[in-house]
C-alpha cells in the first residue's frame, strides 16, 4: 500500500505542514514546518464579546465615563423628543376635537332651527290650486 498524501490536524503545537523526510514511512522521518497553523488559529480564536470586553478594559476611565455619558445624552435626546412629539399630537387632537364639536353644534343649531320653522309652518304650502306648481 502506497500512501500518496496525508492530513494532519494538530491545534496543540504551532506547526504549519508536516512533511516525509524520506520514502521509509516511519514516523521518526515526518519533519514538521514551525508557524502557527489554521486549526491553531481556529482553536485560540477570540469571540466578539471577548474581543469588545479587552477593549473596555484597554481605554481610560476617561473615555468610559465620556461613553457612558454619550450614551445617555443620547438615551435623554430620545426620550424628550418623544414627549415632544407626543405633546404636539395631544394639542392638534384637542384642536381638531374643539373643531369637530363646533361643526357638530352648529349643525345641531342649524337642526333645532330648522324643526323650529317646520313646526311654525314656515315651510308650508298653504294653497295649491289645480295645476299650478310651487
Known sequence: MTVQSITITDATTN???????????SYQSITSTPGI????????KVSAA????????????????????SVVGVLL???VAYTAICVVQRKK????????DREWDEQ????????????????????MGHGEKF
Do not use: P
Open 37 to 44: 497553523s489554521a486549526a491553531s488559529k481556529l482553536a485560540n
Open 93 to 100: 387632537g384637542r384642536l381638531e376635537r374643539q373643531r369637530a
Open 77 to 79: 435626546i430620545v426620550v
Open 50 to 69: 471577548q474581543s469588545a470586553q479587552k477593549q473596555w478594559n484597554g481605554l481610560s476611565q476617561t473615555a468610559k465615563i465620556a461613553i457612558g455619558c
Open 15 to 25: 506547526v504549519t505542514s508536516y512533511t516525509y523526510g524520506d520514502t521509509t514511512g
Open 108 to 127: 345641531q343649531n342649524e337642526l333645532l332651527a330648522y324643526r323650529s320653522r317646520m313646526a311654525k309652518g314656515g315651510f308650508a304650502v298653504s294653497h
